[in-house]
């Protein structure tokens, strides 16, 4: 199955700053690299899909980047909602995978 | 209001059985293939199962293959994952979860989970 490995596991930052999460993938997945975002005692919610897509209702500040093995999730301001737990997952190969999640902490 | 609502969890002893249910509202159920994705604090968020639109493709992960059963009523707005032979490995939080379409494998749509307990 195909590996996502999310660094770091901790993010530390204060309000305003921009935050750069990664994802790599042990094998191509292409473009097929989703994010969520997940606050705690919530469900994950959908960021963005394919890479660089951002799903509907998402602030323009969340952006991602990236294809074949290496993804980048960046939040260009940080806001006091926006510090959460953040996970990729790919839809490539058999079987969906999921990341370990970024943990983004206020400093 | 768009939404999915899980039921069914509990506690139960290992090799026994559970049927989770889901419901659906707020939009058109058989259009999206639909998923039941679980999340463990050890193991983290992982694909249990996902089935399509018309029940035409049904996929597990390796590790519920024979123990699990994936179904939906499109006339209900409904989903189901019948969970037989439990084992300790499969306690989590189970979510049920809406594909972007037909069969996209991502997520839009989250319920806030059905939590399982197997313990003897």
């Known amino acids: 199955e195909t590996v996502l490995t999310q660094s770091p596991a901790t993010l530390s930052l204060s309000p305003g700053e921009r935050a750069t999460l990664s994802c790599r993938a042990s094998?191509?997945?292409?473009?097929?690299l989703i994010w969520y975002q997940q606050k705690p005692g919530q469900a994950p919610r959908l960021l963005i899909y394919?890479?660089?897509n951002r799903a509907t209702g998402i602030p323009g500040r969340f952006s991602g980047s990236g294809s074949g093995t290496n993804f980048t999730l960046t939040i260009s301001s940080l806001e006091p909602e926006d510090f959460a737990v953040y996970y990729c997952?790919?839809?490539?190969?058999?079987?969906?995978?999921f990341g370990g999640g970024t943990k983004v902490e206020i400093k | 209001e768009v939404q999915l609502v899980e039921s069914g969890g509990g506690l139960v002893q290992p090799g026994r059985s559970l049927r989770l249910s889901c419901a659906a509202s707020?939009?058109?159920?058989?259009?999206?293939?639909m998923h039941w994705v679980r999340q463990t604090p050890g193991k983290g968020l992982e694909w249990v199962s996902g089935?399509?639109?018309?029940?035409?493709?049904?996929d597990y992960v390796d590790s519920v293959k024979g123990r699990f059963t994936i179904s939906r009523d499109n006339a209900k707005n409904s989903l189901y994952l019948q969970m037989n032979s439990l084992k300790a490995e499969d306690m989590a939080l189970y979510y049920c979860?809406?594909?972007?379409?037909?069969?996209?494998?991502?997520?839009?749509?989250w319920g806030q989970g059905t939590m399982v307990t197997v313990s003897s």
């Open positions: 094998q191509s997945i292409s473009n097929y």
């Open positions: 394919d890479a660089s």
């Open positions: 979860v809406k594909d972007t379409g037909r069969h996209n494998d991502a997520f839009d749509l």
């Open positions: 089935i399509s639109w018309n029940s035409g493709r049904i």
């Open positions: 707020g939009f058109t159920f058989d259009h999206y293939a």
């Open positions: 997952q790919q839809r490539s190969n058999w079987p969906v995978t």
